[in-house]
């Protein structure tokens, strides 16, 4: 059974920093992709960024890039998103989920087969 826990919810002010960790289970880890998503009030679910757990290959949304990173831990089957430089504008939900197949990157909820239970991110202005 795949489970993936999200961890780190908290309320920041802007221009703080906050990381997210996801802890998996039950993967076929060599064959999946990491992803973290986000969903704001009223708004549909985004992608935010992916990690190959085997290769280490990692790819950005645009609203990500320069600020957010995205890593693995193999040994503790964790990945983190480690937010800096956060704006109000991203508050929202944070979506751990887990892929197989081998396109790449995976940007699309479709692509992605497990999720975890989402962590509440709110950047006050």
């Known amino acids: 059974q795949v489970q993936l826990v999200e961890s780190g919810r908290g309320l920041v002010q802007a221009g703080g920093s906050l990381r997210l960790s996801c802890a998996a289970s039950g993967l076929s880890f060599s064959m999946s992709t990491m992803g973290w998503f986000r969903q704001a009030p009223g708004k549909e679910r985004e992608f935010v960024a992916a990690?190959?757990?085997?290769?280490?290959?990692?790819y950005y949304a645009d609203s990500a890039k320069g600020r957010f990173t995205i890593s693995r831990d193999t040994t503790k089957n964790t990945v983190y998103l480690q937010m800096n430089s956060l704006k109000p504008e991203d508050t929202a939900v944070y979506y751990c989920?887990?892929?197989?197949?081998?396109?790449?990157?995976?940007?699309?909820?479709?692509?992605?087969?497990?999720w975890g239970q989402g962590t509440q991110v709110t950047v006050s202005s």
């Open positions: 990690i190959n757990w085997g290769g280490g290959s990692i």
């Open positions: 989920a887990a892929g197989y197949g081998r396109s790449w990157p995976k940007t699309k909820l479709a692509e992605y087969h497990y």
